[in-house]
């Protein structure tokens, strides 16, 4: 026997039967969750200001290049959602996005971040998506995020010439150089060789000999004798520079005023100190005077220079030290100073003279 058409009745052997055929709606389709949601319409300001000729956009400066990355002004056309902004600097070793697709943000929530690029090329990837806990966790598809990218390249603040007729040379105008050293020394690196601050020249001059550096130096040190670099350093008039060529001072009071322009985390070698945290034994205030502000514990030690001339050690001494990632006044002598245990061992900071 051959049915009606649907809808229509019919009889059979077990009467009379009303066939009804229900058609499906593709919105009523199972699956998956899915995002119908519009992606936001993503605007970028930033200070400073791209360069929107290039593509991807670039921003430049000398390093360390601080930029404000706005996304503030992001627009979203679906009522009743809520955006999220995400950043990507490109300088921490991991991809912009995981295998799974999700962002890996090193900022998110906030829709302007400051951020600090140290010298190199980076690749800065910016997103906003709505509803973000949907984003990252039940599977919206891309049609909900917007994705921008920048580059920004911060380079290194090159020495100035010397003027014509200048007289040449460490000293009188042309770049002193500077590095920290490639070695640790004890807190008693004063007990030896010709003593106190003297031994932490020699260390400086061998170190620099061995990798070729022309000229004399001294190490960054005071101690109680009333040796420090305020009264014994030569004070170029003129810019104090990394071995790689970065600046780090103008000259000797942009030296020892409120801060460097770049750590001092090259080695005599030109090797990055790879650390931000080594510790540099100074005994100094970055003005380049002896510290006395890191006493010991019940007056044994009066000074920051473990017992005065760095010839002593002692779990009630103290030295204090300054930090090789830091270019501000942290990078002389930081908020801390260490005991001077034969165990604790530091670098130092080696200037040249002439």
């Not at 598809?141 to 390249?153: K, Y």
């Not at 004063?190 to 000229?215: I, P």
Request: glycine share 12%.
């Amino acid at each position: 026997m051959r049915m009606r058409e649907a809808g229509w009745p019919f009889w059979t052997a077990f009467g009379f039967v009303f066939l009804l055929t229900v058609h499906a709606s593709p919105l009523e389709e199972r699956g998956p969750a899915r995002s119908f949601n519009v992606a936001p319409n993503l605007v970028l300001r930033t200070t400073p200001a791209a360069d929107y000729s290039k593509d991807p956009p670039l921003i430049e400066g000398t390093a360390p290049l601080s930029v404000r990355f706005n996304l503030c002004n992001t627009e979203d056309s679906d009522a009743g959602d809520s955006l999220n902004w995400q950043f990507h600097f490109g300088d921490s070793r991991t991809p912009a996005f995981n295998g799974d697709g999700t962002f890996n943000a090193d900022a998110d929530h906030e829709c302007r971040v400051d951020h600090v690029f140290s010298e190199g090329t980076f690749t800065v990837t910016l997103s906003a998506t709505d509803k973000h806990l949907e984003d990252q966790s039940r599977g919206v598809t891309s049609l909900a995020r917007s994705t921008t990218r920048v580059t920004v390249r911060a380079q290194r603040k090159e020495a100035p010439a010397a003027p014509a007729g200048a007289t040449t040379g460490c000293g009188s105008g042309a770049p002193c150089l500077v590095f920290v050293t490639s070695i640790n020394v004890p807190a008693n690196f004063g007990a030896t060789g010709r003593g106190g601050v003297l031994s932490g020249d020699d260390t400086c001059n061998g170190l620099a000999a061995t990798a070729g550096r022309a000229g004399t130096y001294k190490a960054w040190l005071s101690d109680g004798a009333g040796n420090s670099p305020s009264t014994t350093f030569v004070q170029n008039p003129g810019p104090y520079v990394l071995v790689n060529g970065a600046m780090i001072a103008n000259d000797w009071a942009d030296l020892t005023t409120l801060g460097l322009i770049a750590p001092i985390n090259i080695d005599e070698t030109g090797a990055t100190v790879v650390s931000p945290f080594e510790n540099v034994w100074t005994g100094t205030r970055p003005n380049g005077t002896r510290a006395t502000r890191f006493d010991g514990v019940g007056g044994f030690t009066p000074n920051g220079q473990c017992s005065g001339n760095w010839d002593q050690t002692g779990l009630l001494r103290r030295g204090s030290v300054g930090h090789t990632g830091s270019s501000g006044l942290g990078w002389s002598a930081g908020l801390i100073a260490r005991n001077c245990l034969a165990a604790n061992t530091n670098r130092l900071y080696c200037f040249q003279q002439q």
